[in-house]
């Protein structure tokens, strides 16, 4: 199954020179890779901080609809794609037709 490619966005901010340092100082003492990691991380938090239920239900229906696209990928092996099911001479055998 191929994974959709996440769409990306450019969001351009003008920020004061110092500001810019500063971030670029705390990016070597901290986790983040690169300016635009570090700012993708505090947009993130700061919504959670501040609006907790649009947050929230951003993510939920993110999942929802991940769930949904799952169970959709899985229908066909629901309805036997995954090969035939034994026929009655086999049940009394088993091995032979489970897959491991």
């Known amino acids: ?5 996440k769409e ?5 901010v003008r920020i004061p020179a110092t500001l810019k340092e500063l971030i670029g100082k705390y990016i070597l003492f901290d986790c983040h890779t690169n300016p635009s990691e570090f700012t993708r ?4 938090e700061k919504l959670a901080r501040d609006a ?12 929802e609809k991940a769930a949904e696209v ?10 036997g794609a995954r ?12 091995d032979k037709w489970i897959r491991r």
């Open 83 to 94: 090969g035939p099911r034994p026929n009655p001479s086999q049940e009394d055998e088993p």
């Open 41 to 44: 991380d505090a947009l993130r």
């Open 8 to 12: 990306l966005v450019n969001l351009n």
């Open 70 to 79: 799952q169970a959709t990928n899985l229908a066909p092996a629901a309805q």
């Open 52 to 63: 907790p239920d649009l947050y929230k239900r951003l993510f939920q229906e993110k999942q």
């Open 1 to 5: 199954m191929a994974l959709k490619k």
